[in-house]
């Protein structure tokens, strides 16, 4: 038996959750502000609260009812918004604010990211397509020493995972057809859209991306082109 | 007296000239295609002409005569008129049509290129801000492993430079403001044009870029904040 079997000349990357563990990144940050300001706030819990109010922003984007708008500024809006609900407004200043915002330029690679990347790179091209714009993805690169080859995703596209807008825009800006790229995602239903629109997948399972209690996402939920346990794996495909 | 001096948060870089050498590396892929098919023609003449094709057709775009394009495509419709005007249409199949086009993503870097980059790389952002597309850019980048932060420029602008959005859309992406960000170029209209919209403007020559007998960009014609004569030089401003 012959198999035509043409290797990927492309991977793209979901980032928060699948490449970073934007929980503990986020908590980390914000249990400094906390200690500093003697708030009694468990940082896990802001955080999960913080990342909660990230899908019903988006969503009016990809609907349509609002224009692009870059993920720092949805960020800064939901945590405006959080520090409402908690009683905590006035606890920061503006300066304050922005720098709790860039919580989100800080989050730490999962142990096998980083090797795993500059594995894959020998051999494709690597980028996010993530959610982040351009700036944050940049920042986020340089604290965890991603070394993509280019930023596509939500910024380049103008609109959000799943539209099919940031799957297809990004593919064509590499100037390939959807089956000569991979997308790489933690989340089944990251690799259910972009297998919708003829990208190939891969799955890795981040069983602590929402902590120790997580329950979806433990498992791949489809046959996807590929099942992986370490983000290297995917350079001898 | 105290200098209120702040580094610079950003580098964009001009590319074609100032990072790789592009007349050589058209010209040594065309070489090849010349003597496989024993063509008799000059190989930097060739790439002389197909880069004096550049200007004109990114004008149409510029004024608003035509929507964005990414140069790839330019660069591709350029080659087909060129071919036609030497009366080499015949010789080329579409395979190798498209496999000429590809020699501008396989230009050397100048001798300073790469290592300057990544000494800058480690205080600052760089990412190119060229008319090449993100595509282009990336392979480009592989090609001569220039490891860019990000890639910015003509395609997420959607304009091409001299165009305003091409510098300001960049410096958006990364959420900075104009006078934290340096323009570098070995050629003084991109950095009149970059000043004029507040960036920063650094000047490197390239006396070789257009050949032996090179007139232009000799040597800065104004007082750029930065005059180097190699990239690296920039790590330490």
Redesign the interface.
Known sequence: MIISYKRPKAFLFDVFGTIVDWRSGVANVSQQFFETKNINQNSHDFADAWRSKYQPVMEKIRSGNRGYF?L?LLHRENLDQLLLELDLTDKFNEDEKQELNRAWEQLPPWPDSVAGLIAIKKKA?I?PCSNG???L???L??FGSL??????GA??AQNYKPHPDAYLKSVA????QPNQVVMVAAHNSDLAAARKYGLLTAFIARPKEHGPEQTIDLEPLENWDFIITKIGELASI
Chains 1, 2 share one sequence.
């Open positions: 870059p720092d091209i980028a714009s351009i700036a993805m940049t920042r690169a340089k070394q993509w080859d280019c930023i596509l910024e380049v800006a590499l100037g390939l």
